[in-house]
């Protein structure tokens, strides 16, 4: 059971140059969501994705494009990657209400640190 | 959206109880409690959640005010494991797809 995958685990970019986050997850669940961790803060909520077809931006959407290709994968895409955008970055999923679920909690990927130079 | 306040840091010794309080004064009747926890290092993990009533789990109980305006995280016998930054969100219709965390409280387990 493996959960949440993210790949990379770690990678560090040169200003400008672009690179795509992938995440997969296995639970069979509908929503998908891509969160930023800088150092010594909380999360914060870049994209979400509701279900297979939707996407729509949280709090923190500039400068980062998202996919989410099925069910199972929702990828994060930096097209030109600058020094602010180093950080931590999650990727969870989730049951959405009508799946049949009781627990609507998140499962986390244990994340990609990307650093830009 | 409501918000939540914990406080920054609490300190605890091994092997001893420790309560992790929320206070969520403007929640509204459809908000559940969700608790999570994020050891060095990791993701955030799922602890526990509850609406109206107090829940347990093998992880840790949540008491709930009986006017929901606050809760409590218990954990009841605190491991060096345990030392982590809980976060305490609500979520409900209004933000179902938009889990913010706060800062949250990190817990420091001596032993």
């Known amino acids: 059971n493996a959960g949440v995958t993210q790949t990379p685990k770690f990678q560090v970019l040169k200003t400008g140059q672009s690179m795509t986050l992938q995440c997969a997850q296995d639970?069979?669940?509908?929503?998908m969501y891509w969160y930023r961790q800088d150092p010594g803060m909380g999360l914060r909520l870049i994209y979400y994705?509701?279900?297979?077809?939707?996407?729509d931006k949280g709090e923190v959407p500039n400068g980062y494009n998202v996919s989410r290709l099925n069910k199972r994968e929702f990828s994060l895409r930096l097209e030109s990657a600058a020094p602010s955008q180093t950080s931590v970055y999650f990727c969870?999923?989730?049951?959405?209400?009508?799946?049949?679920?009781?627990?609507?909690?998140?499962?986390f990927g244990s994340g990609t640190r990307l650093t830009v130079v | 959206d409501a918000k939540t306040t914990q406080p920054n840091s609490m300190e605890s010794n091994e092997e001893e109880p420790v309560h992790l309080p929320c206070n969520h004064s403007?929640?509204?009747?459809?908000?559940?409690i969700h608790w999570y926890r994020q050891l060095p290092s990791q993701g955030p993990e799922y602890v526990i959640h509850?609406?109206?009533s107090n829940v347990n789990n093998r992880m840790a109980s949540l008491a709930i005010a009986e006017d929901r305006k606050s809760s409590t995280l218990i954990l009841h016998r605190a491991t060096l494991r345990d030392a982590a930054v809980y976060y305490c969100?609500?979520?409900?219709?209004?933000?179902?797809?938009?889990?913010?965390f706060g800062s949250g409280t990190k817990l420091n387990v001596k032993p």
């Open positions: 969870a999923s989730s049951w959405y209400p009508g799946q049949g679920a009781t627990n609507y909690g998140y499962t």
């Open positions: 969100i609500l979520r409900g219709i209004a933000n179902f797809n938009k889990f913010y």
């Open positions: 509850g609406l109206t």
């Open positions: 639970m069979n669940h509908n929503s």
């Open positions: 994705s509701a279900s297979e077809g939707t996407t």
């Open positions: 403007t929640i509204s009747g459809t908000d559940y």
